[in-house]
């Protein structure tokens, strides 16, 4: 068990963590893109930040059930 | 008429088993007085001691009583605080089980975002790709919060019920 407002400070870290890792996502993919590319070349550009904004994602997530599992409270 | 008896100081530093200094500011304290070259009267110094000694016992049985109701006014504060968590406290499984599943129907749509994206960046420069780009992944960002937000509400709601049935 863990009390609420713990859950919902996590929630909220995870949440800003994610935006911040999206930022630097869009940032990254208009930096490699060029006018020259073609559509096919533009999406798997884009798969490849997508599929590491995943992983992060999964690394963040990972982060706050350790961090849920810190703070649980014997019932 | 009865002899009266003295005690020197030492005498009753010895007996009372305190200092001999004690022993004068404890006289000096219940009134008793020496009489030159003989020492404080026995009964007075008798009855100075048993009032010494009933006092000690009752500080130290009040101190027993305080340290007693203490602990029971701790031992109260403990179990309000267990109880008060216990209505505020959620399963982590659950939480995880709901965050999982927002989490996972976030990622198909970052993953769809290429297929989706791709035709409406090519052929622009970076300006214009982050023109796209940026309020694209916000949107995606925004349906996240919003489902995570729906989470809060519902552990917030579940938690302002079991307030309402502690109540009732």
């Not at chain 1, 911040?20 to 208009?30: E, F, K, P, T």
């Not at chain 2, 009933?54 to 267990?82: F, I, M, P, V, Y």
Request: glycine share 4%.
């Amino acid at each position: 068990m863990i009390p609420v407002d713990d859950v919902l400070e996590l929630l909220a870290d995870l949440l800003a963590g994610h935006g911040r890792l999206l930022d630097d996502m869009v940032d990254r993919i208009a930096a490699r893109i060029t006018p020259e590319m073609t559509a096919a070349e533009i999406e798997a550009e884009m798969k490849l930040e997508t599929q590491r904004a995943g992983v992060e994602l999964d690394d963040l997530l990972a982060a706050s059930r350790a961090e849920l599992a810190r703070r649980s409270v014997d019932d | 008429m009865s002899k009266q008896i003295f005690l020197t100081s030492a005498q009753i530093s010895r007996w009372a088993g305190v200092t001999v200094r004690r022993v004068q500011i404890l006289m000096a304290e219940r009134g008793v007085t020496a009489v030159k070259g003989q020492g404080y009267p026995a009964s007075d110094v008798i009855r100075a001691l048993y009032l010494r000694r009933h006092e000690l016992q009752t500080k130290a049985s009040a101190a027993a009583a305080g340290d007693a109701r203490l602990k029971n006014a701790q031992a109260d504060l403990r179990q309000l605080d267990l109880e008060q968590r216990r209505g505020q406290l959620v399963a982590i499984d659950a939480v995880d089980n709901v965050v999982r599943s927002a989490i996972v129907a976030h990622c198909a749509a970052l993953d769809a975002a290429p297929v989706r994206l791709s035709t409406e960046v090519a052929n622009k420069d970076a300006r214009e790709c982050l023109r796209v780009l940026r309020p694209a992944f916000r949107d995606l960002r925004q349906g996240l919060a919003d489902s995570l937000s729906a989470v809060a509400r519902s552990l917030e709601a579940e938690i302002r019920r079991r307030d309402r049935r502690g109540k009732s």
